[in-house]
Structures are given as C-alpha cells and as structure tokens.
C-alpha cells in the first residue's frame, strides 16, 4: 500500500465547474505538502504549496487537515487548460533530509 | 533559465548493456533526486542526494548506482539493463526556504525527462 493516497479519476468536468480532489497520507511524521501538475508527457510541475493554514492562488485552494492526513485541492471555475493530471506529495524530515513521496495523480479531463 | 536538465531524452538499449543518465541542475539547490514513472504506478524514488557527497536509497534502488559528482551533478547508472528498467525517468533538484513568511521544505524543480526502452 502506497504511503500516499489518490483517486485516480478521471474527473470528468464541464468549463466553469468547481472540482476537489482529495489526498490522504499514512505517515504522521511528514511535514511539508505540494500539489504539483504534470501535463501528458511532461515534467510534473509545482503548482502550489499546502500550508497549515490553508491557501489560496487565485481559482486554486488547498487545504491540510493534520488529523485527519488528508491534504486537498479545490479547483473553481475550470478551464481546458486545467484538463492534467494532479500529483500531490508529501515529505516527511528523515536524518535531516526531506523525503518526497508521490502519490499516483488524479487525472481531470475539463470539456467544453 | 536552465533549471534541470537531463541527458539523453531518449534511448533503446538491450537487455545486459549498461549506460548512465545524466542530470545538472544551475540553481545552486543542495539536494537532487531521480524517479522513475511507470503507468499507473506515479513517480517512484530511486535514490537521492541531500547535499553533495552523500547519496541515499529511496523506494526501488535495486539495479541502479547512483553518483553525486559536484553540487550540479547527479548522475544515475544502469549496470546491466533489463526490460523492467523500462520507464521515463526524471531528475529532480529541491530547494528549501520561505515563502510568504513560511518556511517550505524541499520544492522541487523537475528535467524533462528520459524515455528508456530496455528490449
């Protein structure tokens, strides 16, 4: 069993929707949280940081509930650009260096 | 802004021939990273390197070296390649510092990418 959980979708979702994703994490001791993008084929990219507060880039929002361990990520008002798939990550502090782990990626598909 | 960059793009080998795929990063970042991604599995760690000098195993090692060889550096080897090593592999470079006020731990900078086939 992965450390870090996602629906794998595909998210299926008319321009203009709002959509959330969701994902859950096993180790009590991780410490920094990401959602990243990667487009069919490409490099993942950061698209935002999850702080303990919870934060917000414009139609992006992610959230972190310690504990409970999921982090999640609210997408309003979807465009066709936003059809990717979504990776969060999870690292956690070991002998001072920060491990990442991946989850799988919810793929979202936005259609006119 | 070169970022990451990795080399080749792309490469078939056979099975039992070795080769090494490069990764230099220029932001100065300490530690680096090298995954490889297979269909529905997502991005698994090989190995890493918190700083130069020190490398570490991460989730699936085995069948690969790995070599820190300056702070730009890090390059990962396939002794003896065989089909399961097929994937697309990405090298990866972290940075740690803040971001409005917080401290982030470890954002990662991504290359474009190896297609490896092993046949």
């Known amino acids: 069993r992965k450390e870090v959980e996602q629906d794998p979708g595909p998210f299926n979702v008319p321009e203009g929707a709002t959509v959330a994703f969701n994902c859950t994490y096993s180790?009590?001791?991780?410490?920094?949280f990401f959602w990243y993008r990667q487009d069919c084929r490409k490099e993942p990219k950061l698209l935002m940081s999850?702080?303990?507060s919870g934060n917000e880039d414009g139609r992006f929002t992610a959230q972190l509930n310690r504990a409970s361990q999921y982090i999640s990520l609210l997408i309003r008002d979807s465009k066709l650009s936003d059809s990717a798939t979504y990776l969060c990550?999870?690292?956690?502090?070991?002998?001072?260096?920060?491990?990442?782990?991946f989850g799988r990626g919810t793929s979202l598909i936005v259609h006119p | 802004n070169a970022g990451v960059t990795q080399t080749p793009k792309f490469q078939v080998l056979k099975t039992g021939q070795s080769m090494t795929l490069q990764c230099a990063q220029d932001?100065?970042?300490?530690?680096m990273y090298w995954y490889r991604q297979d269909p529905g599995m997502g991005l698994r760690l090989i190995y890493y390197?918190?700083?130069?000098?020190?490398?570490d195993k991460g989730e699936v090692p085995n069948g690969y070296n790995v070599s820190r060889l300056n702070k730009r550096e890090f390059s990962l080897r396939l002794e003896s390649a065989a089909p399961s090593q097929t994937s697309v592999y990405f090298c990866?470079?972290?940075?740690?510092?803040?971001?409005?006020?917080?401290?982030?731990?470890?954002?990662?900078?991504f290359g474009a990418g190896t297609r490896l086939s092993v046949l």
């Open positions: 390197s918190a700083s130069e000098g020190t490398t």
């Open positions: 932001m100065n970042h300490n530690s």
């Open positions: 990550v999870v690292n956690f502090a070991s002998g001072g260096s920060y491990i990442p782990t």
């Open positions: 180790n009590s001791a991780s410490q920094s």
């Open positions: 999850v702080y303990s």
């Open positions: 990866a470079s972290g940075l740690r510092g803040r971001f409005q006020g917080d401290e982030v731990k470890n954002i990662q900078y």
